[in-house]
């Protein structure tokens, strides 16, 4: 497995704006996979808001749940980025819902007994002006593990507004030099570790 190895990563953006209400949440998806970009990286974005995603913990819901499809692209991807503001000092509630519709992966596994999703990296974005990102970081980062991704080193990038501020990520004239050189940590991190994973899979149980 080679550098040039292509990727695919797919961006599910949370936040409660449905489009085309522009989303820092969407603002910052999208900068990190410019950044995969520079490392062979290609990628889709869903706003998840703007798919009847229904409740519930399994795979498919039945008539009418948008997740089946989402879950296709998915499972093409190698790289996952999940996106969320912060509200009330919490991910957004289509973040949990995404959470919920990924423990159905559980109970899927291959021939060896490995979950699907092992082999599949996970990295998150969060933006807010209020505290919270290290909380939600940490929050996603076990439920993604707990599902089967693989975390890579650094791989949560964040903007915070100061405290009781009230500007918004994509209002800022600029992005902060601290955000955008995680951003590309996290990125040159991601494509190395799913090029890794693709070389040498998990062991089947």
Known sequence: ???????????????????????????LARQILDELAKHGGTGDVVRVVDHDVKPGVEIDMGEGDAWPAIREQMMAADILVVATPTWVGHMSSVAQRVLERLDGELSETDDSGRPLIAGKVAVTAVVGNEDGAHKITAD??????????????????YWNDEA??????????????????????????????????????????
């Open 1 to 27: 497995m080679t550098e040039s190895t292509p990727l695919r990563a797919l961006a599910l953006v949370c936040s409660l704006k449905p489009s085309p209400a522009p989303s820092s949440s969407e603002l």
């Open 140 to 157: 996603l980062f076990q439920g993604l593990n707990d599902i089967g991704f693989t975390i890579p080193s650094q791989g949560g990038t």
């Open 164 to 205: 009781m501020g009230g500007r918004d990520y994509k209002d800022l004239d600029e992005t902060p030099e601290a955000v955008a050189s995680t951003t590309a940590t996290l990125a040159a991190n991601a494509a190395h570790l799913a090029r890794a994973l693709k070389a040498g899979p998990y062991p089947g149980s």
